[in-house]
């Protein structure tokens, strides 16, 4: 009926640029068409680019370098201005190694008073926030992430199925 969100960003978060290549490399022969290409069909607004962006794998995973200059930046993008600078928060999340991402957050929280997390349900909704959320918990635990999702598939009035 429509697009599944939650499983575009389970997946499209979560993996690593091979990951993220090899799926669009199996994709497309599977069904005859680029990934990115129906990921731009079936998105929209902000959660489109940030799919695209996800999509092309170019997450520097070897980066060591002090990340200190882009926490200013990215505070000023979402909490220190009128309005969200959506496009500071998804260059950050999307390029930089998980390593750098962990220093990002740590500052962050020292500049704001507050995590990252906390920041980014303040700046976003939607699609959008659960990508960016999705990103920030993996780069933090990969296995907490998942038994969160595991956890929430389960918990409620009933098993969430989808096939």
Known sequence: MGTDEEAIIEI???QSNFGIKTIAQFYEQSFNKSLESDLKGDTSGHFKRLCVSLVQGNRDENQMKQPLL???????AGEGQ??????????????RS???LRQI???YENLAGHDIEKAIKREFS????????A????????V????????DSMHGLGTKIRL
């Open 105 to 107: 957050f740590l500052e």
């Open 144 to 151: 907490d992430y998942f038994a969160e999702r595991l956890y």
């Open 126 to 133: 939607g699609a959008i926030e659960k990508g960016f959320l």
């Open 135 to 142: 990103i920030v918990k993996c780069c933090k635990s990969k």
């Open 12 to 14: 499209l978060c979560t």
């Open 98 to 100: 998980y390593q750098q």
């Open 70 to 76: 882009l926490i200013p930046l990215l505070y000023e």
């Open 82 to 95: 009128w309005g969200t600078d959506e496009s500071v928060f998804n260059s950050i999340l999307v390029t």
